[in-house]
């Protein structure tokens, strides 16, 4: 945790630098923007008056509140030179077939360093925020880019093949036909299923995917599925949300599934339910995680610079 919180020091210039970051950065890695998006639209509903506060205040002014707005955003530098030490952040890699995480062996980079790992990355931004209620007096933190990061990560941690087997890349090299086109498996998680949802179900209209969403965990199918919000020892959490990925990766994702292989209904149909299910929890439990880190601040809206 040590290293990877050192690495997190980028105190000044910051917020210039994030403006013109976000501006017309096309392209997206992993959960898809609409799969961000929706994560983060989700966990701002249920946040409480005091980390609605908090992330306001943190949110540069341009995207006037909206955390969803700056979801997609460690995507997007992830391969500028500043923030190729994020890159490892958004996956873990299992070992082939093992079909389980550990964190202990599973969570390094390519090179061994460890908690470099979507896994260690929640752990250490969420302990990050931790420190928002010393405001002004604690420099030691970019509680903005902790806050983006963690909403970020919240996304990948939930996206089943993001934590996938070491040799096929998380599925990434896999390639095969989804419906036409050609795609590979990783990306069929990321972001075809959901199109594919949006356009067949919803009219390509995101906000009514969001509303069907909401639905199902106010009071549908997982209305009854209250352990979601809950958490008493964060780090066992993350561990065990990482642990929920490579399952249904091995049972859904890559189950019956051969490079050159073509894609569609049948895949799509059972697949879809799961993909919609981790963008709930994945929203719940960022709105879970906000709601403690920022509960009982002190100060109020603790000043960050
Ligand atoms: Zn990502």
Redesign the pocket.
Known sequence: MGRLRGLCLVPFGFLLFFSSAFIGVPGA???SKEGHVITCQIAQALLEPEALEAVHHLLPDYVNGNLSALCVW??QIRHWFRYRWTSPL?FIDTPDNACSFQYSRDCHDSHGVEDMCVAGAVKNFTSQLMHYKEGASDQRYNMTEALLFLS?FMG?IHQPMHVGFTTDEGGNTIELRWFRHKSNLHHVWDREIILTALADYYDKDASLLLQDIERNYTDGIWADDSSWKHCDDIPQCVNNWAKESIQIACKWGYEGVKPGTTLADDYFDSRMPFVMKRIAQGGIRLAMILNKVFADSEEGSATVT
């Open positions: 890695l992993a959960w460690p995507d958004h970020h990948d």
